[in-house]
């Protein structure tokens, strides 16, 4: 909006050209998001506590967790609402309205976004929210209209680039409607799996994000692209923006997410954050980083696989828990030192994600 509004005044006020800059207005988005979410949280809490839209504990039976985990029953949830509400407005704000990839990638956070709170709602009421099938229904629904909305787009490219190799891709052509689906239901998966400890998705998201900040602007910069040898990516350096204000957003929400929560973010924030994070990748066609910087995710959910498998298979359990953070847990490790070394490995798998960028 301010882009639309103030940038033709160039001409006159030199001033105003400083809107054409990404990373001017990235660092707008960024501050903008992190005091919108500062602002706006002590009445958005107020709200949800009126409306008793508390956190249920449901360790399915599982006592030592349940005991671990008694004392966030209560703590108010759905501050995804928060976040979904700051990054639109900031990036509506501060982002190009006529950039396909901002609106795809904002469509994304909606939409997921309304299936995380509709399991969320239900949750509140009955105890228990979805099941997983009709959760995976919703999901894969919504992927596939997204799928069909990024691929009728003739500036979408669906050439798949694999990591490490210069002059290898493929062309899937129609089936990159389906891979697209597939990134899209994983990662949401991903972050939901991963949102169970105080502060630990919302931080690993953010080091997410940072990296495809950085990508963003890389592979929408046909200079970079060329010299580090990526594919160059017309107007994505526009996500970028989404990016900074995403980052800014979730420092403000760790603010209060931090352990002790004082909030948690429910599926309305983790489902709608893991399919921004999907459609990111997509959109700079970096679908397979998401093994190194999403890495944290990758492992959450890959233990609730092999846990679910085990079990079926064998009859009895991998891991004492799963996703992974429960099984530290249920070691003798504390929360905050759980969360904390999580993030560690998060950031050192961002910045490896990074170096991959130049190692092709």
Known sequence: MIYHFFYPLSKYFFIFNILKYITFRGAC??????????FFYRGFVKKLISLSIGENVNMYGHEALEKLHKDKKGTPTMGGLLIIFSVFLSSLLWTRWDNSFVLYTLLTMLCLGLVGLRDDFIKVKRGEGLGRGEKLFLQTLVALILSLVIFSDRDMSTILYFPFLKDFFIDLGYLYIFWSMLVLVSTSNAVNFTDGLDGLAIGTVISNCLV???????????????????????????????????????????????????????????????GVIGMLALLTKKEFLLIFTGGIFVIEALTVVLQIFSVRLRGKKMFRAAPLH???QLLGWSESKVVIRLWIVSIILAVLSLITLKLR
Do not use: R
């Open 212 to 274: 495809f900040a950085v990508i963003s602007y890389i592979v929408g910069n046909i200079k970079f692209a060329q010299y580090l040898f990526v594919p160059y990516v017309k107007e994505a350096g526009e996500l970028s923006i989404i990016c900074a204000s995403l980052v800014g957003a979730g420092l403000g929400f760790l603010w209060f997410n931090s352990y002790p929560a004082q909030i948690f973010m429910g599926d309305v924030g983790a489902l709608s954050l893991g």
């Open 29 to 38: 988005s960024f501050i903008t998001s992190f005091l919108l979410v500062m």
């Open 326 to 328: 429960l099984h530290l």
